[in-house]
């Protein structure tokens, strides 16, 4: 199987953010000129698509479970996934039994194929009414196991296309493909060429295009010179075909993520398109990436005729960074304010990545119970399962100059409002409190990480940690956690729960009492109370039986009784 792009995700990358930029407005440079007028993929929303998702039993030659299991040869469960996200299932007419829980409102965990023709149509038609124009198909080595897999999907990519009036180009990864230099024009010549006679194969300048991701990376998977890389590029332009480059983040200075000494091979394409997933988690990254990266970028490219297609990602869902859009928005406005030539979003069906934009679970309700996979809601905030589709489809209005440049994003998360929050409100909220030992700060509350706990100033009652939920909400529920593990013996833990909405002024919710915390029960004690409107919710400790001190693993908040 190929590797996910996941595995040049590079952590260093991610950097220290600068101040975010006005709200409002931004000062943003000139548009650069661009190289090529408007077509296919100039001035136009471009989405990654993988397509490579099958089950066993839906007729694909692979006869696996392809991208969802670790063991392919068995159904998913929450110890053979490869999956983070869960897909939005209610417009698929037909589903595969995993071996997950059922969904936390009952109904089975199933999965759906991509090898469905009704699955392609169904991620074109969503396509189609969400501003989508064109869909890059992603090509891994055909040479090995996957191949007639993936000469399969290019005609079910095809025939959905044509059908929905989309546009769809090959783009050919290069990831562990060991003889790519010769395989990838025999490929092109004897099997995808055949698609440019399609009325909806994507056309840049009259030619068809093709995209070749992965050229320069610093990592194992792609160790090409520069010289069979540019080879590559020369040969494809020669047979006529405007070329893109899928290029590392740091393609221009040739460092980090990219080789020394490609800059000849970079140049010699018509768009470069550097990758992105990973390399930000939020606003005041992409707001640093503005500047030290797309601003200068495009500066080279238009200085070269070269066309600028950056990545725009939605963020990875399982590792809370969406921000329910925010971040998104963030690089719509940054990017369209400098004036670049196109979008690509990766990715469309990555639910490997958490990066998708398609219909997603918008609750607990739709995700397979005990699984630990979050919805949309993850940060307390209804969105509706094709939110990151509608959001897409604003971008590119705005894209396109059929919507003012405003950095307030316009997309409601929610039409109507969406129903009450359901997730927790307090996950990864900002946290503090009135002191703590050592290393054992507020912040690991809220983690989402069981093992990491706040441990107040010892011997010194009373004491508390505290919770900004953002925004004044209804709550009705607090589950205090200690680390599921049997070290952390029975204990009895004497506390309040009080709420403020301006941070001052607090109020009881639920009185003073022993809480017991019983490794045998999972360490968990839940305090409901009335429904009480607080944006900071406060957890004030006064003894412990078994620690001189307040300590929590575990807080969260709930808009909703147990």
Same mark, same amino acid.
């Given at each position: 199987m190929?590797?996910?792009?996941r595995s040049?995700?590079?952590?260093?990358?991610?950097g220290?953010?600068?101040a975010?930029?006005?709200?409002? !407005?931004?000062?943003?440079?000139?548009p650069?000129?661009a190289?090529?007028p408007?077509?296919?993929?100039?001035?136009?929303?471009?989405?990654?698509?993988?397509?490579w998702f099958?089950c066993?039993g839906?007729g694909?030659?692979?006869?696996?479970?392809?991208?969802?299991s670790?063991n392919?040869s068995?159904?998913?469960?929450?110890?053979n996934?490869t999956l983070?996200?869960?897909? #939005?299932?209610?417009?698929f007419?037909?589903?595969?039994q995993t071996?997950?829980?059922?969904?936390?409102n009952?109904a089975?965990a199933?999965?759906?194929?991509?090898w469905?023709q009704q699955?392609?149509?169904?991620?074109?038609r969503?396509m189609r009414?969400?501003?989508?124009?064109?869909?890059?198909l992603?090509?891994?080595?055909?040479?090995?196991?996957?191949?007639?897999?993936?000469?399969g999907?290019?005609?079910?990519?095809?025939?959905s296309?044509?059908?929905y009036?989309r546009? $769809?180009?090959?783009?050919?990864d290069v990831?562990?493909?060991?003889?790519?230099?010769?395989q990838?024009?025999?490929d092109w010549?004897?099997k995808?060429k055949?698609?440019?006679?399609s009325?909806?194969?994507?056309?840049q300048?009259?030619?068809p295009?093709?995209?070749?991701?992965?050229f320069g $990376?610093?990592?194992p998977?792609?160790?090409?010179?520069?010289?069979?890389c540019?080879?590559?590029?020369?040969w494809?332009?020669?047979?006529g075909?405007y070329?893109i +480059?899928?290029?590392?983040?740091?393609?221009?200075?040739?460092?980090?993520d990219?080789r020394p +000494? $490609?800059?000849?091979?970079?140049?010699?394409? #018509?768009?470069?398109?550097?990758?992105?997933?990973?390399?930000?988690s939020d606003?005041?990254?992409a707001?640093?990436f503005l500047?030290d990266?797309n601003?200068?970028?495009?500066?080279d490219?238009?200085a070269?005729?070269?066309d600028?297609q950056?990545c725009?990602?939605p963020?990875?869902?399982?590792?809370g960074h969406?921000?329910?859009g925010?971040l998104?928005?963030?690089q719509f406005y940054?990017?369209v304010g400098i004036?670049?030539q196109g979008f690509?979003i990766?990715? $469309?069906?990555e639910?490997?990545?958490?990066?998708?934009?398609?219909?997603t679970?918008?609750?607990a309700a739709?995700?397979?119970?005990?699984?630990g996979?979050?919805?949309?809601?993850?940060?307390?905030?209804?969105?509706s399962s094709d939110y990151?589709?509608?959001?897409? !489809?604003?971008g590119?209005?705005?894209?396109k100059?059929?919507l003012?440049?405003?950095?307030?994003?316009?997309?409601v998360p929610?039409?109507?409002?969406g129903?009450?929050p359901?997730?927790?409100?307090?996950?990864?909220?900002p946290?503090t409190?009135?002191?703590q030992?050592?290393?054992?700060g507020? !912040?690991?509350?809220?983690?989402?990480?069981?093992?990491?706990?706040?441990e107040?100033?010892?011997?010194?009652f009373?004491?508390?940690?505290?919770?900004?939920?953002?925004? !004044?909400r209804s709550?009705?529920?607090?589950?205090?956690?200690l680390p599921?593990n049997?070290?952390?013996?029975?204990?009895v833990?004497?506390?309040?729960?009080?709420?403020s909405?301006?941070?001052?002024?607090?109020?009881?919710l639920? +009185?003073?009492?022993?809480?017991?915390?019983?490794?045998?029960?999972?360490?968990?004690?839940?305090v409901?109370?009335?429904?009480?409107?607080?944006?900071?919710?406060r957890?004030?400790f006064t003894a412990?039986?078994?620690w001189?001190? +307040?300590q929590?693993?575990g807080?969260?908040?709930?808009g909703?009784?147990?």
């Open positions: 190929s590797i996910s792009r040049v995700i590079l952590s260093a990358l991610a220290t953010a600068t975010g930029l006005a709200s409002t !407005a931004m000062a943003a440079p000139a650069a000129p190289a090529s408007p077509g296919d993929v100039v001035g136009k929303i471009t989405v990654g698509y993988q397509g099958a066993i839906d694909a030659p692979i006869n696996s479970w392809w991208h969802y670790s392919a068995q159904p998913p469960s929450p110890s996934t983070v996200s869960w897909p #939005d299932m209610g417009d007419t037909r589903g595969y071996a997950y829980q059922n969904l936390g009952g089975p199933t999965l759906f194929s991509s469905d699955t392609v149509d169904t991620h074109f969503w009414d969400n501003g989508c124009d064109s869909a890059a992603q090509r891994f080595n055909p040479y090995g196991g996957e191949g007639p897999t993936r000469d999907m290019a005609q079910k990519v095809r025939q296309a044509e059908a009036g546009k $769809f180009y090959i783009m050919y990831t562990n493909w060991t003889s790519m230099q010769s990838i024009k025999d010549t004897t995808m055949a698609h440019t006679a009325a909806a194969y994507a056309r300048n009259g030619k295009v093709v995209c070749v991701w992965g $990376f610093s990592d998977g792609r160790p090409f010179a520069p010289a069979p540019k080879d590559v590029v020369d494809f332009k020669a047979q075909c070329v +480059g899928g290029v590392p983040t740091h393609w221009r200075t040739g460092t980090e990219s +000494g $490609f800059l000849d091979v970079y140049h010699s394409f #018509d768009m470069i398109s550097p990758w992105m997933v990973g390399r930000i606003v005041a990254g707001d640093r500047r990266l601003t200068p970028d495009l500066a490219c238009a070269h005729g070269i600028y950056p725009v990602i963020g990875d869902l399982q590792s969406r921000a329910h925010d998104m928005w963030r940054n990017l004036g670049v690509y990766s990715m $469309f069906d639910f490997n990545e958490g990066n998708q934009i398609a219909k679970a918008e609750t739709s995700v397979p119970a005990g699984s996979i979050r919805a949309l809601d993850e940060d307390g905030t209804a969105c990151y589709l509608r959001l897409t !489809a604003d590119g209005r705005m894209l100059g059929q003012a440049l405003t950095a307030v994003r316009p997309t929610y039409p109507g409002g129903p009450a359901t997730g927790d409100l307090a996950l990864r909220r946290a409190a009135s002191g030992t050592q290393v054992y507020p !912040a690991n509350a809220v983690d989402g990480d069981p093992a990491t706990y706040w107040s100033v010892n011997n010194a009373p004491q508390w940690i505290q919770i900004d939920l953002g925004a !004044a709550v009705q529920r607090v589950v205090l956690t599921p049997p070290a952390w013996a029975r204990r833990q004497t506390l309040s729960v009080q709420g909405v301006n941070g001052t002024d607090f109020t009881t639920a +009185g003073s009492e022993g809480r017991t915390f019983d490794p045998a029960t999972g360490n968990t004690a839940t409901t109370f009335p429904a009480a409107t607080a944006r900071y919710v957890v004030h412990n039986t078994g001189p001190a +307040g929590l693993s807080f969260s908040v709930y909703t009784p147990a």
